[in-house]
């Protein structure tokens, strides 16, 4: 009997580079949208400095977005079930249908 072979799935290899790996801070994020695409900048503003730059954008189709919320939502999951609930204070409490309108603790525009 002839065995029909299955195509190989190929992985994919991700490269970290050194100057990537260190990350980048941020404590904001804006986040727009068009029919096309998400676009997410994110911020470190700081305390007294009336002037924050934008030092990441990443644009996303409407089905990665999603991907990425699906997988924030796990991964916070994960680490409540590990860590213990992670409390959220001020402006950044869930409103009633449990979006957060400031995710990052920054007063709403």
Same mark, same amino acid.
């Given at each position: 009997?002839e065995e029909k072979k299955q195509p190989q799935? /190929?992985? #994919?290899?991700? *490269?970290?580079?050194p100057e990537v790996a260190n990350g980048t801070?941020? +404590?904001?994020?804006?986040?727009?949208?068009?029919?096309?695409?998400?676009?997410?900048?994110?911020?470190?503003?700081l305390p007294g400095i009336p002037k924050a730059?934008?030092?990441?954008? /990443?644009? #996303?189709?409407? *089905?990665?977005?999603?991907?990425?919320?699906?997988?924030?939502?796990? +991964?916070?999951?994960?680490?409540?079930?590990?860590?213990?609930?992670?409390?959220?204070?001020?402006?950044?409490?869930?409103?009633?249908?449990?979006?957060?309108?400031?995710?990052?603790?920054?007063?709403?525009?």
């Amino acid at each position: 009997m002839e065995e029909k072979k299955q195509p190989q799935q /190929q992985q #994919l290899q991700i *490269e970290l580079t050194p100057e990537v790996a260190n990350g980048t801070y941020s +404590n904001l994020a804006i986040i727009n949208h068009s029919n096309q695409e998400f676009i997410i900048d994110f911020v470190a503003a700081l305390p007294g400095i009336p002037k924050a730059r934008v030092n990441c954008r /990443q644009i #996303l189709t409407p *089905e990665n977005a999603k991907r990425l919320l699906f997988a924030l939502q796990d +991964n916070v999951v994960k680490y409540e079930q590990k860590f213990g609930t992670i409390e959220q204070r001020g402006n950044a409490a869930p409103k009633a249908d449990g979006r957060t309108a400031a995710p990052f603790g920054m007063p709403e525009a």
